[in-house]
């Protein structure tokens, strides 16, 4: 496995990772994850010293930095003031921008280009909220679509056979 001893600056210039470095490793954050609790891929603690250490491919093109709920615990249980949801959100922007991306976000880009949203709403849906009082929702114009194009976001949305009419 090729280290990458840059991996920990890389980070630390993203917004959120400012404070990666003032970790010690005390393990706070893994006690405090509850995503830590249900599957033990997720290591606050050895995500960080993975970082580190430069394991840089290794991180970016995992799924576990995905995993990250956003609850918080972590950041309000550090000594150090570390935030590390901030630099998981930091190392997940860096692994987009070098283009890894987790499948369900990819999945997620291919239902907005093909419906305009992520639930397609059919007439069954729509007559449920006609007796409920609500309003028909009608179908998008394909801005959501352009958007993805503008975007340049359409390299990363996996191609089906039923793509030929999006």
Not at 20 to 29: P, Q, R, T
Not at 38 to 50: Q, S
């Amino acid at each position: 496995m090729k280290l990458s001893p840059r991996f920990k600056y890389e980070i630390a210039k993203e917004f959120g990772g400012e404070n990666l470095k003032l970790c010690f490793a005390c393990g706070i954050c893994t006690a405090s994850c509850p995503i830590r609790e249900i599957d033990e891929k997720y290591n606050p603690r050895r995500i960080i010293r993975m970082v580190l250490l430069g394991m840089k491919q290794r991180v970016l093109n995992s799924d576990f930095i995905w995993l990250c709920s956003s609850c918080y615990a972590c950041t309000e249980r550090c000594p150090q003031g570390v935030r590390f949801t901030e630099v998981m959100n930091a190392i997940k922007n860096l692994a987009v921008k070098e283009g890894y991306i987790h499948p369900a976000f990819a999945q997620q880009l291919h239902i907005l280009r093909q419906f305009g949203r992520l639930y397609e709403i059919d007439e069954f849906d729509n007559n449920k909220r006609i007796a409920f009082g609500l309003p028909k929702v009608e179908k998008t114009k394909g801005f959501t679509k352009k958007i993805i194009e503008i975007a340049g976001l359409n390299n990363i949305i996996p191609r089906r056979e039923d793509d030929k009419n999006v």
